[in-house]
């Protein structure tokens, strides 16, 4: 589920991969093989993500683990954070809907 988010947070931002590859300073392939989950974040990427994103490293570390379940979370914890990845999947939907609503200049 960490690809999911790091996904979402790129997503969210509105970038590309070839953006946040750069400003991650990682290739693009790289990239998308994080956000597709053929490749496992390393815990420096995830450093990365989380300088980049001014988000706490530990936030992403708890978000993924909860949802993949590998550690013993309440059931609460794990209900928000699905909550938490279905809002932030609702943002990024909206936004992109909204930007092809947009007339072109």
Do not use: C, N
Not at 29 to 43: D, R, V
């Amino acid at each position: 589920m960490v690809s999911d988010a790091l996904k979402l947070i790129r997503t969210y931002h509105r970038l590309s991969q070839t953006e946040l590859a750069g400003r991650l300073s990682i290739s693009t392939s790289y990239l998308s093989e994080l956000e597709s989950g053929k490749k496992e974040p390393s815990l420096d990427i995830l450093q990365r993500y989380a300088d980049y994103f001014k988000v706490p490293l530990s936030s992403l570390v708890v978000f993924s683990e909860t949802l993949r379940g590998e550690h013993s979370v309440s059931k609460a914890r794990q209900f928000i954070s699905r909550k938490m990845l279905k809002i932030l999947e609702w943002v990024a939907d909206d936004s992109e809907k909204k930007d092809g609503d947009s007339p072109a200049a």
